[in-house]
């Protein structure tokens, strides 16, 4: 069994920054693959914010060039600069056994989300 654990997030202004981490704990396995993950207010679907895998890293179109996704060992981290109210939501660390993360919307492992509020 694998534990994510997330922490960061909060409130935060317009064009200010947040750093979320994300903790891999338990039989973690080599390779797997781990994302960022957002749901927005009043939304169902988790929308892929950032992924960092064998193939590299991707970011969500609305999100490039502000937020930067990086991982050492075990701890996913995502710098979040810029921030605009439309950054808003629940961000999801998650992880999946796998090389390749991009484009999943299933995962074997979920953090508990952490809440992210930017207000103008």
Same mark, same amino acid.
């Not at 710098?79 to 605009?84: I, P, R, S, V």
């Not at 492992?109 to 509020?117: A, E, F, I, K, L």
């Given at each position: 069994?694998? !534990?994510l654990?997330? %922490?960061?997030? +909060?409130?935060?202004?317009?064009g200010?920054?947040? !750093?979320?981490?994300?903790?891999?704990?338990g039989h973690? #396995? *080599?390779?797997y &693959?781990? %994302? #960022?993950?957002?749901?927005?207010?009043?939304?169902?679907?988790?929308?892929?914010?950032?992924?960092?895998?064998?193939? +590299? !890293? @991707?970011?969500?179109?609305?999100?490039?060039?502000? @937020?930067?996704?990086?991982?050492? *060992?075990?701890?996913? %981290?995502l710098?979040?600069?810029?921030? /605009?109210?439309e950054?808003?939501? /629940?961000?999801?660390?998650?992880? =999946?056994? %796998? /090389?390749? &993360? =991009? +484009?999943? !919307? #299933?995962? *074997?492992? #979920?953090?508990?989300?952490v809440?992210?509020?930017?207000?103008?």
């Amino acid at each position: 069994q694998v !534990t994510l654990v997330q %922490s960061g997030g +909060g409130s935060e202004q317009s064009g200010g920054s947040l !750093t979320l981490t994300c903790a891999a704990s338990g039989h973690t #396995w *080599n390779p797997y &693959c781990m %994302s #960022w993950l957002r749901q927005g207010p009043g939304k169902d679907q988790r929308d892929e914010v950032a992924v960092i895998d064998d193939a +590299g !890293t @991707f970011y969500r179109a609305s999100v490039k060039g502000r @937020f930067t996704i990086s991982r050492v *060992n075990n701890i996913l %981290s995502l710098q979040m600069n810029g921030l /605009k109210p439309e950054d808003t939501g /629940k961000y999801y660390c998650a992880a =999946h056994v %796998s /090389k390749f &993360c =991009h +484009g999943r !919307t #299933w995962y *074997n492992y #979920w953090g508990p989300g952490v809440q992210v509020t930017v207000s103008s």
